[in-house]
């Protein structure tokens, strides 16, 4: 009888708790058996396992194999496992030196033939694996995500390169870190929208502050094109902002863009999606599109096309910045701090308020297509844009129109830098317990937003999205204090809490 223990990681969300991987041999008839709630990939692993070891020119044991993964009542899932369980088989059986193995976690999935094989969820796992104290050995593959962090890793291609290692004869040199600089610069640029001087000012206040903002307006307008052009104004994301990212592309299994590492995301799904595809889910649960835009931007366009049902589950994560998945007997954490950026018509036919347009929805209808997104959804939309027509003339204009986006970003950059030396965070995350004291008014624009409360039914979470927002423009102007213009501007820029006769009025009027 003979016992051999390594370890690995299993993967539960975002998160990556220890498995403790135990072999055991002993006399019998031969047998091969997997313990401790194993899925049926992980089951699958002894074909896998047999035939890698086989091919590997070892031997593979003649006795009653027993294989435990602990914690018990813990789901196992994937290939991720098919390693250990090799080099565990192979160091009870004398095959291997078993204390080579200590302090290392391992990951890989074997094919027949001993190659070893990419497996998901590598970059979390190589987290915590350092937070241990413990190195990891993994694919090859999966060696340029693992380089982006400072956890002692090497990578193998095969099998026999593993126990080459473990056994002393050739040596595995470590990973060194990678982290490249960004070479992608391919952004559309803010200059290509003709026009749309009011629409441009307020995306550069929402990148600014990382506002969420709706732009409202009929087809053709530009709002896509806005929208579209927000991450070529963004700072890039910082280390650990791009790690946390890439962490969610890794527990799908999507290899790593270095050219685009730091770059923020952008997430576009279309109407059609449902409620699973855009915030996560499944048997196994995975991340959805508010996971993948992480850090980043999540854009919907058409917004009332999406069925209501799936546009209210966007209401938690919007505010908690992060999304839980529950299942019976099995619940995921994934991170979901994306900025909201959506475009809708202003009704059915998309022509109301349109002076070019004839619009023939009736009040019930522009009531009903409205009514698709509800009010608390709304209430956490900072900014309410209204997007006109371009005029003619600018239609007309040559080359670039108003500032590059290179001007734009530079300023951009310098208030979300102030932002975060003064509090630690974008304005739209300051918390509410701590806002009154970044946010502090005189009595004319507390008089101000009273009379704007009465009028424009402000709720409680309205009131603080405009002072954020006020805050905003107030580091934009490189104010300290907030003034009454500032949030005169910030009032504008929330076009659906004015009151409006149904059906019959622009956005834009009831200010």
């Not at 070479?183 to 559309?188: G, M, Q």
């Not at 701090?337 to 022509?351: H, S, T």
């Amino acid at each position: 009888m003979s016992l051999a223990i390594l370890k690995s990681r299993a993967q539960l969300g975002s998160d990556a708790p220890p498995v403790t991987i135990e072999v055991f041999l002993s006399g019998g008839l031969p047998s091969f058996s997997i313990v401790g709630m194993p899925e049926t990939a992980v089951r699958e692993s002894k074909d896998r396992v047999r035939g890698a070891i086989i091919s590997s020119g070892f031997k593979f044991p003649q006795e009653r194999i027993t294989v435990s993964l602990a914690p018990a009542d813990m789901r196992k899932t994937g290939g991720r496992f098919d390693l250990a369980i090799a080099l565990g088989i192979l160091g009870a059986g004398k095959q291997l030196p078993t204390g080579a193995v200590q302090g290392i976690e391992f990951y890989g999935e074997l094919a027949l033939n001993g190659d070893i094989r990419a497996v998901p969820g590598i970059l979390p796992a190589a987290l915590k694996a350092a937070a241990a104290g413990n190195s990891v050995l993994v694919p090859a593959a999966n060696s340029a995500e693992v380089a982006l962090t400072d956890t002692e890793a090497r990578g193998a291609t095969t099998l026999l390169e593993v126990t080459a290692h473990l056994s002393g004869v050739t040596k595995l040199l470590p990973l060194r870190q990678h982290r490249p600089e960004i070479v992608d610069s391919s952004e559309p640029d803010l200059s290509d929208v003709k026009g749309q001087a009011y629409a441009k000012r307020a995306l550069e206040v929402a990148a600014a502050g990382e506002h969420n903002i709706l732009f409202i307006g009929p087809p053709g307008t530009g709002k896509s094109m806005l929208a579209r052009r927000l991450p070529g104004i963004l700072p890039p994301m910082s280390v650990a902002e791009a790690i946390e990212t890439a962490a969610v592309g890794s527990l799908l299994g999507r290899p790593i863009d270095l050219t685009r590492w730091r770059k923020r995301p952008f997430r576009a799904p279309h109407h059609s999606a449902s409620a699973p595809a855009l915030v996560g889910g499944g048997a196994g649960p995975q991340p959805g599109e508010i996971s993948r835009a992480h850090n980043g931007i999540l854009f919907l366009d058409e917004l009332p096309e999406f069925n209501r049902n799936v546009l209210e589950v966007l209401r938690e994560p919007l505010e908690a910045g992060v999304i839980t998945i529950a299942r019976a007997g099995n619940h995921a954490d994934f991170p979901a701090g994306f900025q909201l950026v959506a475009a809708m018509n202003p009704c059915p036919c998309g022509y109301l308020g349109d002076p070019r347009g004839d619009c023939g929805c009736s009040a019930d209808r522009v009531e009903a297509y409205r009514g698709k997104i509800s009010g608390p959804l709304l209430d956490r939309i900072d900014l309410h844009v209204e997007v006109s027509r371009p005029s003619r003339e600018a239609l007309r204009e040559r080359g670039p129109s108003g500032e590059r986006s290179e001007v734009v970003a530079a300023r951009v950059a310098a208030v979300r830098s102030a932002q975060l030396r003064r509090q630690g965070a974008s304005n739209a995350r300051i918390g509410s317990e701590t806002l009154e004291k970044y946010c502090r008014l005189d009595k004319a624009c507390e008089a101000l937003l009273e009379t704007a409360m009465d009028r424009f039914n402000l709720s409680a979470r309205g009131y603080q999205r405009v002072l954020r927002v006020a805050r905003t423009i107030a580091d934009l102007a490189g104010s300290e204090s907030i003034t009454v213009a500032q949030i005169a501007e910030a009032l504008s820029l929330r076009q659906l809490d004015r009151k409006t006769k149904k059906g019959s009025e622009p956005f834009s009027k009831g200010l």
